[in-house]
């Protein structure tokens, strides 16, 4: 969802490495619950989705063309039309590698999935931290001390395992979009996964619920202490609230020192924590204290207070609690970064999650929360208890100097980037989501229009953009990139710097705009947006041994993948919004949640880039909301 093209590096070789279950075939994650005489309704429709399209060559690359016009020079648009010309000549390689895509395609369940997992997160060798996996703020609960903290978390337990409950069972009902089915298959990637590190590339493992003894346990997490507690009885019986409750009273008691923050050392860069990881795994003990947190269902990080003055100032402190942990005198060591689930408990009614990236999108994250939420807002259901709790476990490491001096960097590390990272999150409550509605515009559309707008107020030039268009309605589709900055959006944008310019005249421009995003929207999820296909033609001629075309060599291309906005609606019926660090140096990363009447934003960028400030942009998304609305209720003019 997040992670730009221009910042991944591509291997020759891309044969994946997968535990126990092989990722992302379909067949080895989804569980026979027929055998077990479940009819379930999440997967019904499988089977019927369609397969990932090739879109046609000629018409991606107008399209290319066309999104790339406003963000270079007339001279460089010039050279690119030239070099699009080359590519798609008879005896240019691009058809060719259309051929190569195709045949591929006829051939796979998906053509891009198993590329995609490589090339987006499992040869991404930055730390994930900041830089792939996003952090999420969920409401703020009415709690501000250690009782009400682990009175939630024990709540929350059990509102995930409600959860879990509903994909083992497959009773979650099928998602649509325009009404149509869209793939599921990631629900079974959230639980019960942990990617592992490696030297040169990465590796994930998935446990689904119908293997051999599934997971029974969760990794708790506090004071840098790791235990490991069962959630389910001998027989398969959940634990009761009150249960649960005891068991964390249990941890907290057994870890009133701080440890050395051996998690701290999942924040390295992926190359570094690969040889690290080499260097723990050596040790019996170590491997086994690993495995449990690997096999374990989820992690939970019950975390140290933190230092706030206002409600404010809050709000932002728990979007970088839950992004990074603050650095390592906070609670970047009560983490383990490689878990694709890790949900954050303060004291303080603070709470979030973090998840790593390379399993799943925002939306069915976006669903568990709900879910979780929901249930930890109601009264907590009678269940009969089984009858004896087992132990908690403490997962215990050895540490030698060698491991030790390791921590220490990696400490020094994960400070230095917590230090770089510049974080907003606000609620902007002038209007929500209802406006644009009942102006018949696409809340989304609107959003992003103003977030054009914004950037060009601030800098006088637009910037490429990146935004998340969901790609599920196919068999395993994920995502691919809706090119927000367009000739329309420029234009518009231009015109609201020119008092001269009448509003009637802005608001038309408004109107093309918001119909050029719509339309790529459209595109996307119908899986003829640009990027994955053009990555695809990339990706063919290095398999295929060839040079990497000129069309990937020229300036223009570069540009227009490295994302000054790098951005994602992420809709969940809580007040949560997700989080991410930009992908680009000089770049934001930016995420918003529309509700009916307000819209949460969180926004990040790098105090090492003079260029970029969150609080400006944080003051200039304000204005551009405000201006639009202001624009169409001036004008008149609803039906955009």
């Given at each position: 969802?997040f992670?730009?093209?221009?910042r991944?590096m591509?291997?020759?070789?891309?044969?994946?490495?997968?535990r126990?279950a092989?990722?992302p075939?379909?067949s080895?994650v989804?569980?026979?619950?027929?055998?077990?005489?479940?009819?379930?309704?999440?997967?019904?429709?499988?089977?019927?989705?369609?397969?990932?399209?090739?879109?046609?060559?000629?018409?991606?690359?107008?399209k290319?063309?066309?999104?790339?016009?406003?963000?270079?020079?007339?001279?460089?648009?010039?050279?690119?039309?030239?070099?699009?010309e080359?590519f798609?000549?008879a005896?240019?390689?691009?058809?060719?590698?259309q051929?190569f895509?195709?045949?591929?395609?006829?051939k796979?369940?998906?053509?891009?999935?198993?590329?995609?997992?490589?090339?987006?997160?499992l040869?991404f060798?930055?730390?994930v931290?900041?830089?792939?996996s996003?952090?999420?703020?969920?409401p703020?609960q009415d709690?501000t001390d250690q009782?009400g903290q682990?009175?939630?978390a024990?709540?929350?337990?059990?509102?995930i395992l409600?959860?879990?409950?509903?994909?083992?069972n497959?009773?979650?009902p099928?998602?649509?979009?325009?009404?149509?089915p869209?793939c599921?298959?990631?629900?079974y990637?959230i639980?019960?996964?942990?990617?592992?590190?490696?030297?040169?590339?990465?590796?994930?493992?998935?446990?689904?619920?119908n293997?051999?003894?599934?997971?029974k346990h969760i990794?708790?997490?506090?004071?840098?202490?790791?235990?490991?507690?069962?959630?389910?009885?001998?027989s398969?019986?959940?634990?009761?609230?009150?249960?649960?409750?005891?068991?964390l009273y249990?941890?907290?008691?057994?870890?009133?020192?701080?440890?050395?923050?051996?998690g701290i050392l999942t924040?390295?860069?992926?190359?570094t924590?690969g040889?690290?990881?080499e260097?723990?795994?050596?040790?019996a003990?170590?491997?086994?204290s690993?495995?449990?947190?690997?096999?374990?269902?989820?992690?939970?990080?019950?975390?140290?207070?933190l230092?706030?003055t206002?409600?404010?100032?809050?709000?932002?402190?728990?979007?970088?609690?839950?992004?990074h942990?603050?650095g390592s005198?906070?609670?970047?060591?009560?983490r383990w970064?490689?878990?694709?689930?890790?949900f954050?408990?303060g004291?303080?009614g603070?709470?979030?999650?973090?998840?790593?990236?390379?399993?799943?999108e925002?939306?069915?994250?976006?669903?568990?929360?709900d879910?979780?939420?929901s249930?930890?807002?109601?009264?907590?259901?009678?269940r009969t208890?089984?009858?004896?709790t087992?132990e908690?476990?403490?997962?215990?490491?050895?540490?030698?100097?060698?491991l030790?001096?390791?921590?220490?960097?990696?400490?020094e590390?994960?400070?230095?980037l917590?230090?770089?990272?510049?974080?907003?999150?606000?609620?902007f409550?002038?209007?929500?989501k209802?406006?644009p509605?009942?102006?018949?515009?696409s809340p989304?559309?609107?959003?992003?229009v103003?977030l054009?707008?914004?950037?060009?107020?601030i800098?006088?030039?637009?910037?490429a953009?990146?935004?998340s268009?969901s790609?599920?309605m196919?068999?395993?589709?994920?995502?691919?990139?809706?090119?927000?900055?367009?000739?329309?959006?420029?234009?518009?944008?231009?015109?609201m710097q020119?008092?001269?310019?009448s509003?009637?005249?802005?608001?038309?421009?408004?109107?093309?705009a918001?119909s050029?995003?719509?339309?790529?929207?459209d595109s996307?999820?119908?899986?003829?947006?640009?990027?994955?296909?053009?990555?695809?033609?990339?990706l063919?001629?290095?398999?295929?041994?060839?040079?990497?075309?000129?069309?990937?060599?020229?300036t223009t291309?570069?540009?227009?993948?490295?994302?000054?906005?790098s951005?994602?609606q992420?809709?969940a019926k809580?007040e949560?919004?997700?989080?991410?660090?930009?992908?680009?140096?000089?770049?934001?990363?930016?995420?918003?949640?529309?509700?009916p009447?307000?819209?949460i934003?969180a926004?990040?960028?790098?105090?090492?880039?003079p260029?970029?400030?969150?609080?400006?942009m944080?003051?200039?998304?304000h204005?551009?909301?405000?201006?639009?609305h202001?624009?169409?209720?001036?004008?008149?003019?609803?039906?955009?």
């Amino acid at each position: 969802m997040f992670t730009s093209i221009a910042r991944t590096m591509v291997r020759s070789s891309l044969n994946l490495s997968v535990r126990p279950a092989v990722l992302p075939g379909f067949s080895h994650v989804i569980p026979n619950l027929a055998a077990r005489g479940v009819t379930g309704r999440m997967f019904a429709v499988q089977s019927q989705l369609p397969h990932l399209p090739v879109p046609p060559l000629e018409q991606t690359l107008e399209k290319y063309l066309r999104s790339v016009k406003p963000l270079v020079s007339k001279e460089e648009y010039e050279y690119t039309v030239k070099m699009v010309e080359k590519f798609k000549t008879a005896e240019g390689p691009g058809n060719q590698l259309q051929q190569f895509l195709e045949d591929r395609a006829t051939k796979t369940t998906n053509w891009l999935a198993d590329w995609w997992l490589h090339v987006a997160y499992l040869d991404f060798r930055l730390p994930v931290v900041v830089h792939s996996s996003p952090g999420i703020v969920l409401p703020v609960q009415d709690f501000t001390d250690q009782e009400g903290q682990l009175r939630f978390a024990a709540k929350l337990i059990s509102g995930i395992l409600e959860f879990k409950k509903m994909v083992d069972n497959q009773s979650f009902p099928v998602e649509q979009l325009g009404g149509r089915p869209l793939c599921m298959t990631q629900y079974y990637k959230i639980l019960s996964a942990c990617r592992i590190p490696g030297r040169k590339h990465d590796s994930v493992v998935v446990y689904p619920s119908n293997e051999p003894n599934p997971p029974k346990h969760i990794v708790v997490i506090h004071n840098n202490h790791f235990f490991k507690l069962d959630v389910y009885s001998e027989s398969g019986k959940r634990f009761t609230d009150k249960q649960l409750l005891k068991q964390l009273y249990r941890i907290v008691e057994k870890s009133a020192k701080r440890a050395p923050p051996v998690g701290i050392l999942t924040t390295e860069g992926r190359n570094t924590w690969g040889k690290v990881y080499e260097k723990l795994m050596k040790d019996a003990r170590n491997k086994e204290s690993i495995d449990d947190i690997q096999r374990s269902i989820f992690i939970l990080c019950i975390d140290s207070p933190l230092q706030h003055t206002s409600p404010e100032e809050r709000f932002a402190l728990v979007s970088q609690q839950v992004l990074h942990g603050l650095g390592s005198q906070w609670n970047s060591g009560n983490r383990w970064f490689d878990k694709t689930l890790q949900f954050i408990v303060g004291n303080d009614g603070a709470c979030g999650l973090n998840y790593e990236h390379s399993m799943a999108e925002g939306p069915p994250i976006a669903s568990l929360i709900d879910h979780a939420v929901s249930y930890c807002n109601k009264p907590t259901p009678d269940r009969t208890a089984p009858a004896k709790t087992t132990e908690v476990k403490e997962l215990k490491f050895v540490l030698n100097d060698s491991l030790k001096a390791d921590i220490q960097e990696a400490c020094e590390r994960i400070d230095e980037l917590v230090a770089d990272v510049q974080s907003s999150a606000f609620k902007f409550e002038a209007f929500g989501k209802n406006f644009p509605k009942s102006q018949k515009i696409s809340p989304d559309s609107f959003i992003q229009v103003a977030l054009q707008l914004a950037y060009y107020s601030i800098y006088k030039e637009p910037g490429a953009t990146y935004e998340s268009g969901s790609t599920r309605m196919f068999k395993l589709g994920r995502t691919d990139t809706i090119r927000s900055c367009t000739i329309e959006t420029t234009e518009f944008s231009q015109a609201m710097q020119d008092s001269n310019i009448s509003n009637n005249v802005k608001v038309d421009l408004l109107r093309k705009a918001i119909s050029s995003h719509r339309e790529y929207i459209d595109s996307a999820v119908r899986g003829e947006a640009v990027d994955r296909h053009l990555l695809g033609l990339k990706l063919a001629a290095i398999e295929k041994g060839m040079n990497v075309p000129d069309i990937f060599m020229d300036t223009t291309y570069s540009t227009s993948v490295t994302h000054k906005l790098s951005t994602s609606q992420v809709a969940a019926k809580s007040e949560a919004v997700l989080t991410f660090g930009p992908t680009a140096a000089n770049g934001y990363g930016i995420c918003y949640n529309p509700q009916p009447d307000q819209i949460i934003f969180a926004v990040t960028a790098f105090n090492s880039s003079p260029e970029t400030d969150t609080n400006k942009m944080e003051a200039s998304i304000h204005k551009s909301l405000t201006d639009m609305h202001d624009l169409l209720l001036v004008t008149g003019k609803a039906k955009l």
